[in-house]
């Protein structure tokens, strides 16, 4: 074996010795927790365990091997973390690793709804496609079987009630009679599959339609009332969420203002512990807007659907009305197409559900605030203090704007020159970098308007000039300030969006969401302009007109010939003023060619 192959099989074999190390100390930490009466996943313990392992106080090299008594030193430090019952840190920990195990984008989420319900309808579909039913009996129940599969794969009523049965059956009965099983039990398997998608797609059609005509529909609720109930309520107990943890926001951001260079006043409260329930109360707002954005979709997509199921309906209605046999070509499509939208109906409304479920998860992780900082306590210490809204900051930092010529080597940005500007993906989630760098982690949001640093292909907003033009001027000690403090939280890395900087720890769905919401501002843009030929219209005969034989037509129309008779004479001198012409073709000229004589 070559050099170079030893040394990547070496270099394997240690990585995999690596893995399997921190693979068993996981589970040892996870381990002693449960000991002590307390359940934690194998992906929070992962995630403070890197979070520990990169804290510069905790003392650990991460480019050195760890001994036996790192290993030690590091399940100590991770189960006490783990445990302890007064930290905002690890709950704003476990309420990351919540949201990253359990929400998925709209499109992620339908796709991964849809493949659970395939995997739970595989062994009835695989029962009928595998059937070999020759008997009278055998055919019955092969039948009755395709029944409850589109039962319960349209989900339009359950199979057990037995007049959503008796309805159904009759829907498939006039697509699909008894006489048919034959034909399908003579088809390969993926055609059978096939043809019990469509089978379920028209049934479901059928019914959804003679429910809106007031001949069926047992079983079947209302999908677009209960979901224009349930939005508004759902968007309700969201913005009550958000109204309450910014209330909350504020208060704290005041008052580490305030006890920040007051001892007296710090030694009322943990300052460390107020910024950790800060981050906190910060990542639960971020959530918060997130889950609000998709609800707001959710809304959208459903008031685009019920449009178009309404017009599907009045087109089904209009093709079958006053009809006694109509042609299947024309009106299945029709019944697939309603039993779609219908499917786009039950996913927003399981959509719906998880995002509410979503919602009041995260509040647990906030339970602890009420204990740590009870109002008892924080409202006398803002007694003389203006507690200010995150508004209320950028609108006292709005009018003052950074001066692009004062730094030639740096590109700014701002609204008006950037077509772009609202969706730029600010660095640090819109935070002021200046701030959290020199005033200890603290959050403050930045004012676009005063302008946007573009520095390594990242955009940074400030609270105010003069934390732009410091910043500016060195931007990456400001950054590296900002990683180490990162180390020290390790809930700033996912809050303030550190995925570069930390891609060891960053979620695997943060990550790919960074990768693919960045976006370059545009600046630029092509334009071009055009005038008229004639400004102003004088002088244009709107009669003229060019063509002589135009003329002529007018002439004729004008005289009316066409009423008249026309009388003619031709006299033996008249002829002669005829003009003649005459072709001839020319003599040809001819040849003859003789023998030579010879004397």
Known sequence: ?????????????????????????????????????????????????????????????????????????????????????????????????????????????????????????????????????????ELESLYRKIVSYVLLCSGLGSPTDIKVVREATAALQSVFPHTELGTFLALVKKDKERQLRELTMIVSGIRLFNKDCGKGGEGIDDLPAILKEAIPVTTKHIDCELQSSREAIYRYTALIEVMDGNPAKSNLLHLDQLKEALYSLRQHEAFLNIILSDVISSAQQVELTDKQYGAQMEQLKATVQSKTAIPTVQVYPLFISLSKLWNNFQDEIVLLSVLSNMTTNLQPFLSLHDELFPAQVIEPLLSETAVKSDEERIKESTGTRVNPSDFPTQEWFFPEYTANFERLPFQYHG????????????????NPDIGVLKHRERFYVFNSKQAATTFAQDPDHYIDLIGEKAKQCAELIQLLELHQQFASITPHSQAQADEKLFIKPVTKCNSSTQTDTHLVETNIVKSYEWNEWELRRKAIKLTNLRQKVTHSVQTHNSHMRRENFTQVYLPKQVATQTKKKKK
Request: hydrophobic share 40%; with cysteine; proline share 3%.
């Open 431 to 446: 935070f002021c970098g200046f701030t959290v760098a020199t005033k200890d982690g603290l959050l403050i949001p930045g």
């Open 1 to 137: 074996m070559s050099l170079a192959g030893s040394l990547a099989l070496t270099a394997r074999k240690s990585q995999y010795q690596a893995e399997s190390v921190i693979k068993n100390i996981i589970r040892e930490i996870a381990q002693e927790c449960a000991e002590k009466g307390h359940t934690v996943s194998e992906t929070l313990v992962a995630f403070v365990v890197k979070a520990v392992v990169l804290d510069p106080r905790n003392g650990f090299n991460v480019d050195r091997t760890l001994t036996k008594n790192d290993v030690q030193k590091l399940i100590k430090l991770c189960v006490d973390r783990l445990l302890d019952p007064r930290s905002p840190s690890i709950e704003t920990i476990k309420m990351q690793v919540y949201f990253d195990m359990n929400y998925a984008s709209r499109g992620e989420f339908v796709e991964e709804h849809h493949r659970v319900l395939e995997s739970r309808l595989a062994p009835v579909c695989r029962e009928i496609t595998d059937a070999r039913a020759r008997t009278a009996e």
